[in-house]
Every structure is written in C-alpha cells, then in structure tokens.
C-alpha cells in the first residue's frame, strides 16, 4: 500500500472567502500530494500569487507561491491509503496532465456553478476539487465522489485519515511523523 494526500486549505483571499460563504465549510481549496512532506503537491488554481485572474494546473509548494504570500492559510492534511498500481496510476495520469499544462484552463464558471448546486463542465478545464476528483476517480477506477464537487466532499473517502490541521506554514514531514508515532504509542504503548 502506499498513501496520497489531501490537502484541504483556506486563504482568506477574496476568491476563497467567497467559496467559504457558498459552501459553509471551513476549507475553500483542496490539492493531491504525491509524499507526507508535500513537495509533489498539485492542483488547479493561481499561477501567479498576486494575479487571482489567470489560473490553471499548478504544482503548490508550501514555502512558496500562493502559500508563502498568503502566510496565515490554515490547513488540513489528510493520508489516503491505495494500491502501488492505484498510486502509479495516480502519478502518471499527473505527469500526463503536467506535461501538457497549456492546454488546460481553470474552469471559473464551474466553480461558480457550484454555489447554485449545479454542474458546469468545460473541456480541459477544471477547478480544485474538480482536477483532484478527476485524478482519484480515473486512476482508481472507480465513482468516489459526487458530481458536484466542493474540497470538504473528499473527507468522506473511505479509509482517509487526518495527519495535520492548523498553520500551514508549520506543517513539516517531521511533524507527521511524530502525529503518527504518538497515536500508535497512545494506541499500543499505554494501553
């Protein structure tokens, strides 16, 4: 087995405050990483931190970007356990999608479409939660999520577990592991 990663964070950016108000969630974004320290992180959104008008397929850092310029984003970070081939899948169907960048756009009207409850799909375009449900349900091969997306809807995948929530800026691999060790410890040391 190997795990991907969700991750789920807000901003407090114009855009994501908006997304925030439909939704009545906490969390107004989602991304797919690759590893727990989150250096392979993808999703669709600003390629610029200071233009919100031009977005599409972006690999996110969390020192850098949209991230970095926006300091106090808070986030969850949540491991999904899947098969080597449904992480293999998951990774080339990314590289595939990296590799052909500019011919993807970010779907604004079906982003919008979701505050009305309706769907509005557009060729080679995608919003967050409609590249990270695209990804999952092609590699995985299966229906995981309903049609009309919000980052929040990725919480009820079965088998997902929280690593982290809180600053985003204070994430670290080191961190995780630590989460991991003491709950096993609490888990099996003390009981």
């Known amino acids: 087995m190997k795990n991907i990663y969700i991750l789920l964070t807000y901003t407090g950016t114009v855009l994501s405050g908006i997304i925030k108000y439909y939704t009545k969630e906490k969390y107004s974004h989602v991304s797919i990483g690759l590893d727990s320290d989150l250096k392979e992180l993808y999703s669709f959104g600003r390629l610029n931190p200071y233009n919100p008008y031009k977005g599409g397929f ?3 850092e969390l020192n850098k ?3 970095k310029r926006f300091k106090n984003t808070i986030g969850a970070v949540y491991s999904l356990s899947i098969t080597e081939e449904e992480y293999n ?14 011919k993807y756009k970010f779907n604004v009207l079906g982003l919008f479409f979701v505050a009305l409850h309706k769907k509005y799909k557009r060729e080679n375009a995608f919003y967050c939660a409609e590249f990270v449900k695209y990804i ?9 999520l309903p049609e009309i997306i919000k980052p929040t809807d990725f919480l009820e995948l079965e088998n997902i577990e929280l690593v982290y929530e809180g600053l ?7 961190q995780n592991n630590n989460l991991q060790f003491n709950e096993f410890y609490k888990k099996n040391v003390t009981a």
Not at 89 to 102: H, L
Not at 136 to 144: D, I, R
Not at 168 to 174: A, R
């Open 136 to 144: 999952l349900e092609t590699s995985l091969n299966k229906k995981l």
């Open 65 to 67: 970007g949209t991230y």
């Open 168 to 174: 985003l800026k204070k994430y670290t691999y080191k």
């Open 89 to 102: 899948n998951v990774v080339n169907m990314i590289k595939q999608i990296k590799q052909n960048k500019e």
């Open 58 to 60: 972006v690999h996110e």
